[in-house]
């Protein structure tokens, strides 16, 4: 029902700024959650993301608190991802997902991007 397309990776120094964008193919996307995760060799799934239908409430991961910016319009069915002060160790691929819920676990997530590549440069 959801199809989601990720935008704005690619390569980046450490402690520039990057903008990552997840748009939907459908007009009911404010209906839906979003999150972002990101996945590194080797590693488990991992939720960096979150916020409401609205974008009334965010949620983030400790290791990219303070640094990390998600936020939604939902006119645009576009949520966005900015990555401030990137750093090495946050290179790897990010996915966008869309669900029900307002929640970190990617078992509630039903529909998921495709996942675009953030290389940080030291």
């Known amino acids: 029902q959801v199809r989601l397309v990720e935008s704005g990776g690619g390569l980046v120094q450490a402690g520039g700024s990057l903008r990552l964008s997840c748009t939907a193919s459908?007009?009911?996307?404010?209906?839906?959650?979003v999150g972002w995760f990101r996945q590194a060799p080797g590693k488990e799934r991992a939720c960096v993301a979150a916020?409401?239908?609205?974008?009334?409430?965010?949620s983030y991961a400790d290791s990219v608190k303070g640094r990390f910016t998600i936020s939604r319009d939902n006119s645009k069915s576009t949520v966005y991802l900015q990555m401030n002060s990137p750093r090495p160790e946050d290179t790897t691929v990010y996915y966008c997902?869309?669900?029900?819920?307002?929640?970190?676990?990617?078992?509630?997530?039903?529909?998921w991007g495709q996942g675009s590549q953030v290389t940080v440069s030291s």
């Open positions: 997902a869309a669900g029900p819920s307002f929640t970190h676990r990617p078992s509630k997530y039903a529909y």
């Open positions: 916020i409401t239908y609205s974008g009334s409430s965010t």
């Open positions: 459908v007009r009911t996307f404010g209906n839906y959650a």
